[in-house]
């Protein structure tokens, strides 16, 4: 009698051991939790120029955003100063260009005189009274400094929106 019972136990336990993996178990294993899976992946990957001027209050940002860009799908290069703009554009092809909203007016003057066509994305930071609603006048999108990186990211996929339309619309407001 104990053999049959102990038959009969082994079966259950057997059969039971597939049923038990399907209850959640999958979520408790390393690497394949709900938390991995929501990692932001660009809807349209683009190439950036990332305009970090030594002393600006947006380096230090744009420096911090750079690997977060890259993880998302897109291809930062970094430049230290706008001097470096019209290089960086002659050698490469640029989608966007994230920079600080006082150097914009001398990187829409590069962009300019190598006839290069690229979106400009102006950072502006949050302490500075009236800078958001400044530029928020003259441009669709704009960043805020410190911001969340994902609002960032929404606001470069919403500029390769505009870009991938082809109604020649950019990011800057027609008066």
Request: charged residues 10%; proline residues 0%.
């Given at each position: 009698m104990s053999r049959v019972t102990l038959l009969v136990a082994a079966i259950l336990v057997s059969a039971s051991w597939s049923d038990a993996e399907a209850c959640g178990d999958k979520f408790l294993r390393v690497g394949r939790g709900a938390r991995y899976q929501r990692a932001y992946v660009a809807v349209h990957p683009a190439n950036l120029l990332l305009v970090a001027r030594p002393g600006s209050s947006v380096a230090a940002a744009l420096r911090e955003l750079e690997p977060t860009l890259k993880r998302a799908g897109h291809k930062p290069v970094v430049v230290q100063?706008?001097?470096?703009?019209?290089?960086?554009?002659?050698?490469?092809?640029?989608?966007?260009i994230l920079t600080d909203i006082k150097d914009v007016p001398a990187v829409e003057g590069a962009t300019r005189t190598t006839g290069a066509r690229v979106d400009v994305l102006p950072f502006v930071e949050q302490a500075a009274p009236g800078?958001?609603?400044a530029a928020a006048e003259g441009y669709r999108c704009v960043a805020e400094v410190p911001g969340k990186k994902a609002e960032v990211l929404g606001k470069i996929d919403e500029l390769m929106e505009l870009a991938l339309k082809g109604t020649g619309e950019t990011n800057r407001k027609v008066p």
């Open positions: 100063n706008v001097s470096a703009v019209a290089g960086a554009l002659d050698r490469g092809h640029f989608n966007l800078a958001h609603a």
